[in-house]
Protein backbone atom coordinates (compact mmCIF):
# COMPACT_ATOMS: atom_id res chain seq x y z
CA UNK A 1 0.00 0.00 0.00
CA UNK A 2 1.23 3.70 -0.93
CA UNK A 3 0.59 7.07 1.20
CA UNK A 4 2.33 9.42 -0.84
CA UNK A 5 0.70 12.25 0.19
CA UNK A 6 0.64 11.45 3.70
CA UNK A 7 4.31 11.85 6.05
CA UNK A 8 5.40 8.20 6.75
CA UNK A 9 5.41 9.71 10.48
CA UNK A 10 4.00 12.92 12.36
CA UNK A 11 4.41 13.63 15.89
CA UNK A 12 2.96 16.81 17.48
CA UNK A 13 4.18 17.90 21.03
CA UNK A 14 4.68 14.32 22.37
CA UNK A 15 4.71 13.93 26.02
CA UNK A 16 5.24 11.16 28.46
CA UNK A 17 6.15 11.93 32.40
CA UNK A 18 6.88 9.52 34.49
CA UNK A 19 6.51 10.83 38.57
CA UNK A 20 9.15 13.99 38.08
CA UNK A 21 10.58 12.50 35.07
CA UNK A 22 9.93 13.78 31.86
CA UNK A 23 10.86 11.26 29.62
CA UNK A 24 9.35 12.87 26.53
CA UNK A 25 9.27 16.50 26.73
CA UNK A 26 7.39 17.94 23.83
CA UNK A 27 8.82 15.94 21.21
CA UNK A 28 7.25 17.33 17.32
CA UNK A 29 8.95 15.09 14.60
CA UNK A 30 7.41 15.09 10.64
CA UNK A 31 9.45 12.13 8.45
CA UNK A 32 8.25 12.03 4.76
CA UNK A 33 8.47 8.88 2.70
CA UNK A 34 11.95 7.70 1.53
CA UNK A 35 13.74 9.02 4.58
CA UNK A 36 15.92 7.09 6.47
CA UNK A 37 16.52 8.65 10.07
CA UNK A 38 18.29 8.31 12.72
CA UNK A 39 17.29 8.43 16.33
CA UNK A 40 20.33 9.59 18.35
CA UNK A 41 20.94 10.42 21.92
CA UNK A 42 22.50 8.88 25.34
CA UNK A 43 21.20 6.52 27.66
CA UNK A 44 17.67 8.29 29.28
CA UNK A 45 17.12 10.71 26.29
CA UNK A 46 13.72 9.46 25.57
CA UNK A 47 14.34 7.75 22.37
CA UNK A 48 13.12 4.31 23.64
CA UNK A 49 9.85 6.05 24.92
CA UNK A 50 9.40 8.15 22.13
CA UNK A 51 9.68 4.49 19.57
CA UNK A 52 7.00 3.18 22.24
CA UNK A 53 4.94 6.05 21.78
CA UNK A 54 5.25 6.74 17.57
CA UNK A 55 3.94 2.78 17.69
CA UNK A 56 1.41 2.58 20.22
CA UNK A 57 3.35 0.29 22.65
CA UNK A 58 2.80 2.87 25.32
CA UNK A 59 0.12 5.88 25.74
CA UNK A 60 1.07 9.74 25.84
CA UNK A 61 -0.25 12.22 28.30
CA UNK A 62 0.05 15.01 25.67
CA UNK A 63 0.46 14.69 21.53
CA UNK A 64 -0.51 13.14 18.53
CA UNK A 65 1.15 10.43 16.22
CA UNK A 66 0.35 9.42 13.30
CA UNK A 67 1.87 6.77 11.09
CA UNK A 68 1.61 6.52 7.19
CA UNK A 69 -1.57 9.19 7.89
CA UNK A 70 -3.16 6.52 10.31
CA UNK A 71 -3.31 5.81 14.01
CA UNK A 72 0.02 3.74 14.57
CA UNK A 73 -2.05 0.32 15.61
CA UNK A 74 -3.92 0.93 12.60
CA UNK A 75 -1.34 1.42 10.62
CA UNK A 76 0.61 -1.37 12.12
CA UNK A 77 -2.64 -3.73 11.61
CA UNK A 78 -2.96 -3.44 7.99
CA UNK A 79 0.60 -4.26 7.53
CA UNK A 80 2.13 -0.57 6.53
CA UNK A 81 4.22 -0.70 9.71
CA UNK A 82 7.63 -3.26 10.44
CA UNK A 83 9.12 -3.29 13.51
CA UNK A 84 11.91 -4.65 14.65
CA UNK A 85 13.10 -4.58 18.32
CA UNK A 86 16.38 -5.42 19.90
CA UNK A 87 15.00 -7.77 22.60
CA UNK A 88 11.62 -9.12 20.58
CA UNK A 89 12.29 -12.95 21.43
CA UNK A 90 12.62 -15.51 19.24
CA UNK A 91 10.68 -19.16 19.97
CA UNK A 92 13.64 -21.81 21.13
CA UNK A 93 11.74 -24.23 19.21
CA UNK A 94 10.13 -23.10 15.86
CA UNK A 95 12.57 -22.38 12.63
CA UNK A 96 13.10 -19.34 11.73
CA UNK A 97 10.97 -20.55 8.31
CA UNK A 98 7.59 -21.36 10.74
CA UNK A 99 7.70 -17.87 12.40
CA UNK A 100 8.34 -16.24 8.97
CA UNK A 101 4.97 -18.14 7.92
CA UNK A 102 3.39 -17.73 10.86
CA UNK A 103 3.70 -13.72 10.65
CA UNK A 104 3.15 -13.35 7.27
CA UNK A 105 -0.21 -15.05 7.45
CA UNK A 106 -1.46 -11.86 9.56
CA UNK A 107 -1.13 -9.84 6.63
CA UNK A 108 -3.13 -9.24 4.33
CA UNK A 109 -0.35 -9.26 1.26
CA UNK A 110 2.65 -9.84 2.56
CA UNK A 111 6.19 -11.00 1.04
CA UNK A 112 6.96 -15.03 0.14
CA UNK A 113 8.81 -15.96 3.11
CA UNK A 114 11.85 -16.67 0.93
CA UNK A 115 12.33 -13.20 -0.30
CA UNK A 116 11.85 -12.10 3.24
CA UNK A 117 14.55 -14.64 3.79
CA UNK A 118 16.78 -13.52 0.99
CA UNK A 119 16.19 -9.74 1.85
CA UNK A 120 17.89 -10.62 5.23
CA UNK A 121 20.53 -12.39 4.04
CA UNK A 122 19.19 -15.62 6.50
CA UNK A 123 18.38 -17.83 3.58
CA UNK A 124 20.31 -20.74 5.05
CA UNK A 125 18.72 -20.51 8.46
CA UNK A 126 15.62 -20.70 7.54
CA UNK A 127 15.44 -24.52 9.00
CA UNK A 128 17.02 -23.90 11.91
CA UNK A 129 16.08 -23.19 15.05
CA UNK A 130 15.36 -19.80 17.23
CA UNK A 131 17.68 -21.94 20.27
CA UNK A 132 20.47 -22.25 17.57
CA UNK A 133 20.87 -18.98 16.30
CA UNK A 134 23.74 -16.45 16.88
CA UNK A 135 22.99 -13.22 18.14
CA UNK A 136 23.78 -11.59 14.78
CA UNK A 137 21.98 -13.99 13.08
CA UNK A 138 18.97 -13.44 15.49
CA UNK A 139 18.92 -9.41 14.69
CA UNK A 140 19.00 -10.80 10.64
CA UNK A 141 16.09 -12.65 11.31
CA UNK A 142 13.82 -9.89 13.40
CA UNK A 143 14.75 -7.65 10.28
CA UNK A 144 12.92 -10.41 8.24
CA UNK A 145 9.90 -10.80 10.36
CA UNK A 146 9.57 -6.69 9.77
CA UNK A 147 9.94 -6.97 6.24
CA UNK A 148 7.65 -9.78 5.91
CA UNK A 149 4.71 -7.62 5.81
CA UNK A 150 6.00 -5.83 2.92
CA UNK A 151 5.73 -2.43 5.00
CA UNK A 152 5.79 0.83 4.12
CA UNK A 153 7.28 2.28 6.74
CA UNK A 154 10.76 0.49 9.02
CA UNK A 155 11.01 0.86 12.70
CA UNK A 156 14.51 -0.34 13.81
CA UNK A 157 15.79 -0.68 17.16
CA UNK A 158 19.82 -0.91 17.28
CA UNK A 159 19.64 -2.88 14.13
CA UNK A 160 23.04 -4.01 14.23
CA UNK A 161 23.45 -4.69 17.64
CA UNK A 162 25.70 -8.42 18.00
CA UNK A 163 26.37 -7.78 14.06
CA UNK A 164 29.87 -8.46 13.17
CA UNK A 165 31.38 -5.81 10.11
CA UNK A 166 30.39 -7.92 7.01
CA UNK A 167 27.10 -8.80 8.78
CA UNK A 168 26.36 -4.77 9.12
CA UNK A 169 27.70 -3.85 6.15
CA UNK A 170 25.29 -6.67 4.28
CA UNK A 171 22.57 -5.17 6.36
CA UNK A 172 23.11 -1.90 5.37
CA UNK A 173 23.33 -2.71 1.67
CA UNK A 174 19.86 -4.58 1.96
CA UNK A 175 18.29 -1.45 3.88
CA UNK A 176 19.67 1.02 0.82
CA UNK A 177 18.01 -1.67 -1.41
CA UNK A 178 14.74 -1.41 0.36
CA UNK A 179 14.57 2.80 1.04
CA UNK A 180 15.39 3.04 -2.83
CA UNK A 181 11.86 1.69 -3.30
CA UNK A 182 9.94 4.78 -1.70
CA UNK A 183 10.27 3.47 1.52
CA UNK A 184 10.95 5.08 4.97
CA UNK A 185 13.07 3.78 7.82
CA UNK A 186 13.43 5.41 11.06
CA UNK A 187 16.37 3.47 13.15
CA UNK A 188 18.10 4.19 16.95
CA UNK A 189 21.61 3.25 16.99
CA UNK A 190 24.51 3.79 18.98
CA UNK A 191 26.67 3.58 16.22
CA UNK A 192 27.21 6.92 15.00
CA UNK A 193 29.55 5.97 12.04
CA UNK A 194 26.10 4.38 10.84
CA UNK A 195 24.04 7.11 11.37
CA UNK A 196 26.51 9.33 9.51
CA UNK A 197 26.87 7.24 6.36
CA UNK A 198 23.25 5.54 6.03
CA UNK A 199 20.83 8.33 7.51
CA UNK A 200 19.73 11.19 5.26
CA UNK A 201 18.40 12.77 8.29
CA UNK A 202 19.82 12.71 11.96
CA UNK A 203 17.43 13.64 15.29
CA UNK A 204 19.47 14.11 18.37
CA UNK A 205 17.39 14.19 21.71
CA UNK A 206 18.31 15.06 24.94
CA UNK A 207 16.48 15.02 28.13
CA UNK A 208 13.11 14.10 26.32
CA UNK A 209 13.40 16.78 24.52
CA UNK A 210 15.15 17.01 19.83
CA UNK A 211 17.92 18.93 20.31
CA UNK A 212 18.95 18.99 16.32
CA UNK A 213 17.17 17.76 13.38
CA UNK A 214 18.62 18.02 9.87
CA UNK A 215 20.94 16.36 7.44
CA UNK A 216 24.18 15.41 9.06
CA UNK A 217 26.16 18.02 7.25
CA UNK A 218 23.67 20.45 8.69
CA UNK A 219 23.36 19.63 12.05
CA UNK A 220 27.45 19.16 11.94
CA UNK A 221 27.61 23.25 10.84
CA UNK A 222 25.58 24.15 13.42
CA UNK A 223 27.56 22.99 15.97
CA UNK A 224 30.27 24.81 14.38
CA UNK A 225 34.01 24.51 15.06
CA UNK A 226 37.63 22.32 13.57
CA UNK A 227 39.64 20.66 14.90
CA UNK A 228 43.67 20.60 14.38
CA UNK A 229 45.90 18.53 15.28
CA UNK A 230 49.63 18.90 15.44
CA UNK A 231 52.82 17.42 16.63
CA UNK A 232 53.77 20.20 19.48
CA UNK A 233 57.15 19.33 20.98
CA UNK A 234 57.54 20.94 24.74
CA UNK A 235 54.21 21.91 24.58
CA UNK A 236 52.22 22.14 28.15
CA UNK A 237 48.04 21.67 28.33
CA UNK A 238 47.73 24.81 30.07
CA UNK A 239 49.61 26.78 27.33
CA UNK A 240 47.78 25.43 24.70
CA UNK A 241 44.22 26.27 26.34
CA UNK A 242 45.63 29.39 26.31
CA UNK A 243 46.13 29.97 22.72
CA UNK A 244 43.09 32.53 21.34
CA UNK A 245 40.36 31.05 19.62
CA UNK A 246 40.86 27.64 21.32
CA UNK A 247 37.67 26.05 23.14
CA UNK A 248 39.63 22.65 24.05
CA UNK A 249 42.29 21.09 23.64
CA UNK A 250 43.94 17.31 24.35
CA UNK A 251 47.55 16.10 24.38
CA UNK A 252 48.46 12.90 24.49
CA UNK A 253 52.47 13.05 24.66
CA UNK A 254 53.97 15.80 22.18
CA UNK A 255 50.46 15.33 19.94
CA UNK A 256 48.05 17.75 20.63
CA UNK A 257 44.15 18.26 19.43
CA UNK A 258 42.90 21.90 19.68
CA UNK A 259 39.20 22.71 19.07
CA UNK A 260 38.10 25.99 17.50
CA UNK A 261 36.40 28.05 15.59
CA UNK A 262 39.35 29.75 13.40
CA UNK A 263 41.73 26.64 12.57
CA UNK A 264 43.83 29.61 10.58
CA UNK A 265 43.99 31.79 13.41
CA UNK A 266 45.07 29.47 15.84
CA UNK A 267 47.54 27.73 13.96
CA UNK A 268 49.16 31.19 13.45
CA UNK A 269 49.22 31.51 16.98
CA UNK A 270 50.04 28.03 17.76
CA UNK A 271 53.55 28.36 15.41
CA UNK A 272 54.58 31.89 17.01
CA UNK A 273 54.87 29.97 20.23
CA UNK A 274 55.64 26.86 19.20
CA UNK A 275 57.75 27.59 16.12
CA UNK A 276 58.71 23.43 16.04
CA UNK A 277 55.40 22.26 16.06
CA UNK A 278 54.79 19.89 12.77
CA UNK A 279 52.33 17.13 11.08
CA UNK A 280 49.52 19.69 11.01
CA UNK A 281 45.92 18.41 10.48
CA UNK A 282 42.69 20.34 10.68
CA UNK A 283 39.35 18.75 9.90
CA UNK A 284 35.51 19.68 10.46
CA UNK A 285 33.60 18.02 13.73
CA UNK A 286 32.53 14.87 13.54
CA UNK A 287 29.15 13.51 13.95
CA UNK A 288 30.64 11.73 17.60
CA UNK A 289 31.83 14.85 18.72
CA UNK A 290 28.55 16.94 17.12
CA UNK A 291 27.17 13.92 19.30
CA UNK A 292 29.11 14.91 22.66
CA UNK A 293 28.03 18.53 22.12
CA UNK A 294 24.48 18.71 21.58
CA UNK A 295 23.46 15.93 24.11
CA UNK A 296 25.84 17.02 27.11
CA UNK A 297 24.36 17.95 30.41
CA UNK A 298 23.25 21.57 30.46
CA UNK A 299 21.90 23.10 34.25
CA UNK A 300 18.97 24.46 33.62
Not at 116 to 130: I, K, N, P, S, Y
Request: net charge negative.
Amino acid sequence: MTHEMEPAVAVRGLRKHYGEVRAVDGVDLVIAPGEVVALLGPNGAGKSTTVDLMLGLASPDEGEVALLGLPPREAMVKGGVGVMLQEAALLDDVTVRETLEVIAGLHRTPKPVDEALRRAGVEELGDRRGALLSGGQKQRVRFAMAVVSDPDLLVLDEPTAAMDVESRRDFWRSMRDFTDTGRTVLFATHYLEEAEAYADRVVFMRAGKVVADGPVATVLASVGGRVLRATVPGARLEGLLGLPGVTTAELRGERAELHCSDPDRVLRELLAVHPAARDVEIRALGLEEAFVRLTAKESV
